[in-house]
Every structure is written in structure tokens, then in C-alpha cells.
């Protein structure tokens, strides 16, 4: 629920707070006070696009703040982990969220006290509030937007035969790109196995290990100062042990070590202590030289002695190289393009067989997709006829009496160039089966039609509903699909917009019904809606200043409800000030509240 809302520099809101409760809550107001402002606010905490043309003259960026509350809502349990996810804090089921707008056009968006992208403000409030306006009521034309309310109204049935569906479709498109390109390009891929083929018998020929061509550039370089090295390592070794590296023909001398063991026997046999002392280092130096001359002697015996050598591996670095010329920029990329190879060559099969087998898998699952389909169109066939009645129903308590809602489910024919058709037979002695366009959900053409009175033809909705109609047709879809949710907080702009009379007052009487399950805010001008409302907020305008420098700002106020009786004798005819008008006032107002004790002690309503 919708607890708080603060908004400061948008459109002619200067800086105002509205506190919202359970039930229906309605905002009136003279035209241009801002309450289409409260709606764009809304809109902006949802998610919406940001427009920085609505930033109110002379400020530096809007910003909308919403406090929602958790307590009551069916999806508080989805709705924080979004928080969480985001690293945003859930304090005592209590969740801040802030929009801002800067001049510049940049948008920024804050979800439990951390910063976040906007998408993810969507997907905080996509369970928690709808905001339904103008544009939403022409969406309602849009057949997209019908499939959509239909298989939300369905449930799971629904979403189980979809993903289903779409799995397979995924799979059989995904085949028949597969076998096309397969028909289409055989001698393409034909040219390209050869290639491969060859590629890869090169490469093995080589049998290159990895990390092999340094290797072999560090040993080249070792061997081309062969001589040198071998010198400078076996005079070193002579000098540290007396005698040259066997093999060697250098002649043999005094020892290191040796002559470090003289020291060390010298120190250790005086009797002053600051000699023996010196005696430890001295071994110390002796066991570093032993281990030097340990290691000098692994170096020589490491060093090649067949003189072919470098010339093998001056060969073995041109056929390394002859490699990453073609393929890679060293040894190891060329082995990963070899594993790359293989796996693609494995993947082209161009032989007659192998066509054959990839054909019957597209039959098969071809045939899969219209199975689902079917499962599918059945699930939303036996979901229309209960929408359609339940619509109907709602209709009728909005003044609708005449009127009905027929879903139309009817198999959408696949036109030419048609990329994904898919054949379903019509049954026993149908004849030949028809070619469906499977889409991505599902092969059904969806349509809500008007029956406007009893004998009528039933016609789409958007040639035979009036602007009242299809607000009345949205809001009754909304009390339907509302049913079985609790907590929500649902926000309508102008929803009796081309209504009055009896229509308004049903209007009222249906969305205070809806205010039992839910939260719902009603922007309005009609009387007949705003006296059935639990709280009742005016969007006031003030102007401040003279002659150029004039400025206009908003206020929110919440009326008590001697201020109701006066603001619904405004809308009622501009007669607030008499006692006429007020009279009037009170007389909608109080059949209003005895219509909302009413529904309550019957229980008449079926939400």
C-alpha cells in the first residue's frame, strides 16, 4: 500500500505532501491544479520514462518520494527480494522509494536507501501498483495487450501450455535454421569441411605442445652462447671445487672450499670467542658455496652435447612458427582454434543420411508445436469463456445492462512469407490442415468484442466502444482480475472520463467495492465518484506574486467532511457557496455512505 508520497518541483507543485489510506481515496480539483502531477508521480516512481520538460520552471531537478508499505500485500514476499537484491533495506515492512529528474535529462532512482538502476524500480512496484490513465485505455484496443490480460486472468494452466510451447518452438525454429542452411549451403559446407580437415591433419602433423614455442626460443638462445655459458660455468665450478667439470679439459687449482675450510678450522681452534663467532660465518659461507657448485654442476650436465641439436630445433621453431602464421598468434591460441575446428566439424554433416535425420527432427518437432498449441488454445478457450462472463457481469453493475464482453479465440492464419508457419489439422474430414502463424505466444488471434445491447453483433471494442464504454470495460476488467489478489495499490486517472448519471454513480459504487481488496486512487471530476471515497484529497492552486512575476503553485489537502460537502457541491455545478448546492451535497453524499453499508452488511459484490 501506497502510505506516502512527497513531490517537489513538478509541473506546478512547488513542494506538497499527500498521505494516502486503505480504501478508496479520490483527488478533485479545479482543472490545471496539478492533479494530473500526483498521476505522473506515480508514473515516475513505477519506473516510466523521465521527462525533464515536467520539472517546474526555475528548479534544478524534480523529485518524487514514495513510502509503501508491505504489510497487506499478497506479493510482499517478491517485492522484497527485489529490495534485497538491489542491497536496499525492508525497515519494519516499510520501503522508501525516490525518483529525481534533473534539467539535463539525467534520471536517478533510489529503492530502500541505495542507489539503483530505474528498471529495477519496475520491477519493485510492477506487483505492488498499476497506474491506469488515458493511454492505458487505448493500449486496452492493442491485441497484444489483450492476449496479455487474458492469460493473466488464466493463471498457471496458462503459463504452464506457454513455456511449454515456447520451449519447443525454440527447438523446432532452431532445427529448421539448422536444415536450411544445411540444403542451402552444402557445398559451402562441403568446401569448409575440406578445409578444416586439412587444418586440423597440419596441426597434428606438428603436434605442438602448449607453450611450446617459447620454449623452444629459450633453449635456441641458450644454444647459440653455448660456448660462452659452458665457459663461464665451469670456470666457476673449478674455482669453488679445485677441479673442472667432468668432461671438461681445464686444469685443476686451489679450492674454495676447500680454503673455507681451512678458515673455518683456523677460527674454530683459538680460544677467542670473537674468532670462534666468526668461525659460524664462515661455515654458513662454506655451505652457500657447496650449494653453488651443486647447482653449477646441474647446469653443465644440463647442457646440450650433440652439436645437431640446435639445428633440430631451429627446425622445430619454423614448423611452430608455419603454424602461428595460419591460425594463431602463438602456440596455445593455435591449439584452442584446433578444439574449435573439431567441435565445428563435428557439427557438419552433409551427407545424404545425415539430412534425412535432421528432416524428421523438424517433422517431429513440428508437430510438437502444434500439440502445444493446441494445449494452449484450449487452456486460453476454457479461461475466455470465464473472463467473458465474469467481465459481462461487472458491466452490468456499471450501467452497462445491455452489454456483454465476448474473448474471441480464433486460430491466427499464416499470411505469405509467413516465416514460422505451422500446419494444424481442423480434425476428422476437415480436409487439408490449416497453416497457423506460430508466434511467440502461441497461434491463437485474440480479440475482446462488444455486444453494446441485447441483438447486437458483437464487434471489436474499438469500433464499438465510446470513450465512457472502454473506461467502463477497463475498470471492470481490472475488478475481475483483481479478484484474487489482495494489497494492491491501483491508481486510476480519469477512469469515468465520457460518463455520468446513473453510469457515474455505479462507477463509484464499483471502485469502492474494489477499495474492500484493495488500495485505489481515483482521479476525477465527477461528484457521483468522489463521495464514495474513504478519504477525500483537493488539489488546490495558489498564485503568489503580481504583475509578470506571478507564480502558481499546488496544494494537497485532506477534506474533513463538512470541506467534502463543499468540494462536491463545486463539482456538482459550481455551487459551493449556496445552500442549494450544499444541500445536494449532502444528500449524494450521504446515499453514497449508506450504499457503502450496505454492500458491506450483504456482502453483495463478488470480489
Not at 69 to 90: F, H, I, K, N, P
Not at 184 to 198: K, Y
Not at 202 to 214: K, M, Q, R, S
Not at 221 to 230: A, E, M, Q, T, V
Request: no cysteine; net charge negative; hydrophobic share 40%.
Amino acid at each position: 500500500m501506497l502510505e506516502e508520497i512527497r513531490i517537489d518541483s513538478l509541473g506546478v507543485i512547488d513542494a506538497s505532501t499527500a498521505e494516502f489510506a486503505a480504501g478508496l481515496t479520490v483527488l478533485t480539483g479545479e482543472t490545471g491544479a496539478g492533479k494530473t502531477m500526483v498521476v505522473t508521480s506515480l508514473h515516475l516512481l513505477a519506473g516510466a520514462r523521465a521527462d525533464p520538460g515536467r520539472i517546474r520552471s526555475g528548479a534544478d531537478k524534480a523529485v518524487v518520494e514514495g513510502r509503501f508499505s508491505l504489510t497487506d500485500a499478497s506479493s510482499a514476499g517478491q517485492v522484497r527480494d527485489v529490495v534485497e537484491a538491489a542491497g536496499g533495506d525492508v525497515d519494519d515492512d516499510v520501503v522508501i522509494a525516490v525518483r529525481s529528474i534533473a534539467a539535463d535529462g539525467r534520471s536517478r532512482a533510489y529503492l530502500g536507501g541505495r542507489s539503483v538502476p530505474v528498471g529495477t524500480l519496475s520491477d519493485f512496484s510492477a506487483p505492488l501498483l498499476t497506474v491506469h490513465g488515458q493511454n492505458d485505455q487505448l493500449r486496452l484496443l492493442r491485441p497484444e495487450r489483450q492476449r496479455d490480460l487474458l492469460d493473466a486472468f488464466a493463471g498457471a494452466p496458462v503459463v504452464r501450455a506457454r513455456s511449454a510451447y515456447q520451449k519447443v518452438r525454440a527447438e523446432w525454429i532452431a532445427a529448421k535454421s539448422e536444415l536450411a542452411e544445411r540444403t542451402t549451403r552444402s557445398r559451402e559446407l562441403a568446401l569448409e569441411q575440406d578445409q578444416l580437415s586439412v587444418a586440423l591433419t597440419e596441426i597434428d602433423g606438428v603436434n605442438p605442445l602448449p607453450g611450446e614455442d617459447a620454449d623452444v626460443t629459450a633453449r635456441i638462445r641458450r644454444l647459440s652462447d653455448l660456448d660462452s655459458l659452458r665457459e663461464a660455468a665451469d670456470t666457476s665450478y673449478a674455482a669453488l671445487t679445485g677441479a673442472p667439470y667432468e668432461g671438461s679439459y681445464g686444469e685443476s687449482g686451489v679450492a674454495v672450499l676447500d680454503l673455507l675450510g681451512t678458515v673455518r678450522g683456523a677460527l674454530t681452534g683459538s680460544d677467542d670467542p670473537a674468532l670462534r663467532e666468526l668461525a659460524d660465518r664462515v661455515s654458513e659461507a662454506a655451505s652457500v658455496a657447496g650449494d653453488v657448485a651443486s647447482e653449477l654442476g646441474a647446469y653443465l650436465s644440463s647442457l646440450p652435447s650433440d652439436p645437431g641439436e640446435l639445428e633440430h630445433l631451429l627446425q622445430r621453431q619454423a614448423d611452430l612458427k608455419a603454424l602461428t602464421r595460419k591460425y594463431a598468434p602463438d602456440v596455445d591460441g593455435v591449439l584452442a582454434w584446433a578444439d574449435a575446428a573439431r567441435t565445428r566439424l563435428a557439427g557438419i554433416d552433409t551427407s545424404a543420411e545425415g539430412l534425412a535425420t535432421l528432416s524428421a527432427r523438424v517433422a517431429e518437432l513440428e508437430a510438437a508445436v502444434a500439440e502445444t498449441a493446441g494445449r494452449l488454445t484450449a487452456a486460453r478457450t476454457k479461461a475466455a469463456a470465464s473472463l467473458s462472463r465474469k467481465v459481462t457481469a461487472e458491466l452490468r453493475k456499471l450501467a452497462m445492462g445491455g452489454a456483454s464482453i465476448i474473448v474471441s479465440i480464433v486460430p491466427d492464419e499464416a499470411g505469405e512469407g509467413e516465416p514460422h508457419p505451422v500446419p494444424v489439422s481442423g480434425g476428422p474430414g476437415s480436409g487439408a490442415p490449416r497453416r497457423l502463424r506460430a508466434g511467440a505466444h502461441g497461434t491463437d488471434a485474440i480479440e475482446f468484442r462488444l455486444v453494446a445491447h441485447d441483438g447486437a453483433n458483437p464487434l471489436p471494442i474499438g469500433r464499438s466502444a465510446s470513450g465512457g464504454e472502454l473506461s467502463r470495460v477497463m475498470l471492470a476488467l481490472e475488478v475481475v482480475l483483481a479478484a484474487t489478489e489482495s494489497g494492491l495499490t491501483m491508481v486510476f486517472d480519469e477512469v469515468d472520463a465520457g460518463v455520468g448519471g446513473k453510469a457515474a454513480v455505479e462507477i463509484g459504487r464499483r471502485l469502492a467495492a474494489l477499495a474492500r481488496r484493495h488500495q485505489v486512487i481515483v482521479v476525477t471530476h465527477l461528484p457521483q465518484v468522489a463521495a464514495f471515497a474513504d478519504t477525500h484529497l483537493t488539489v488546490g492552486k495558489r498564485t503568489t506574486g503580481s504583475g509578470g512575476a506571478k507564480t502558481v503553485t499546488s496544494t494537497v489537502t485532506v477534506l474533513d467532511r463538512d470541506a467534502r460537502v463543499g468540494e462536491l457541491a463545486r463539482m456538482l455545478a459550481g455551487m459551493g457557496d449556496t445552500d442549494t448546492g450544499r444541500a445536494h451535497a449532502e444528500e449524494l453524499l450521504q446515499a453514497a455512505e449508506s450504499d457503502k453499508v450496505d454492500q458491506v452488511g450483504t456482502h453483495s459484490d463478488d470480489d
